[in-house]
């Protein structure tokens, strides 16, 4: 499940559903001009579909009691590369700015957070909230280039040390449902120290939730 600023997605199987669970919003509420929101939403959720018809029912039902870290962050990856591209497309530049500012402009896409607010660049090691946890930058982090510690600032931030990781590797850690498996996977395609020092706060996390 994906929850966008008050719109809910949910990926079953073979079908997507977005619907807004709060029907006295208004449709501003719903964000109708900030539509790379609700775009995002869906694309997160074809991740999880995508995800689903690579490892199938049984382990994605495993996924989902113990390694939902992996499951709904490489939604966020899909979400955000996705849109990313898409409003390239369109001719829209990043500027990285403050990312937890909500920042909405027409002509230059927001802040790192990213249009589609599926790069969680705010996320926190420490949040207690588990919910909030499961969607973290992981996969986003390995291609982005902003480092939110340097750029934020606080160690319960990620030390983003990994930047432009191709997009073929991290679809097939994507495939990955098992966290020590990812991180024996991962360790392949990156050096000792940025490897030690980028999975630090997501294995903080996944050891304490």
């Known amino acids: 499940m994906g929850i966008g600023h008050g719109t809910t997605g949910v990926s079953i199987q073979n079908q997507i559903e977005v619907y807004h669970p709060y029907p006295t919003y208004t449709n501003e509420t719903v964000y109708l001009h900030h539509h790379s929101y609700t775009i995002g939403l869906v694309l997160h959720e074809l991740g999880h579909w995508i995800q689903w018809k690579w490892l199938g029912n049984d382990e994605i039902a495993a996924m ?7 499951n709904e962050s490489w939604a966020n990856y899909v979400g955000w590369e996705l849109c990313r591209a898409y409003y390239k ?3 829209w530049r990043e500027q990285f700015q403050d990312p937890t500012e909500n920042v909405w402009d027409e002509i230059e896409t927001p802040t790192p957070i990213g249009i589609s607010y599926e790069a969680r660049q705010n996320w926190q090691k420490t949040d ?5 946890g499961l969607y973290s930058p992981l996969f986003v982090d ?3 280039g902003f480092n939110q510690r340097l750029n934020i600032g606080g160690d319960v ?7 432009d990781l ?3 590797i991290i679809n097939e850690l ?3 449902a098992n966290w020590p498996h990812f991180k024996q996977e991962l360790r392949k395609y990156l050096s000792e120290s940025d490897y030690n020092t980028f999975i ?3 294995d903080w996390w996944q050891a304490h939730h």
């Open 200 to 202: 630090a706060d997501f």
């Open 174 to 176: 994507g495939k990955i």
């Open 89 to 91: 497309s369109l001719g």
């Open 142 to 144: 390995l291609r982005d």
């Open 166 to 168: 191709d997009y073929l």
């Open 64 to 70: 989902l009691l113990g390694q939902r870290l992996l």
């Open 128 to 132: 207690r909230r588990k919910e909030n």
């Open 157 to 163: 931030y990620p030390d983003d040390v990994v930047n």
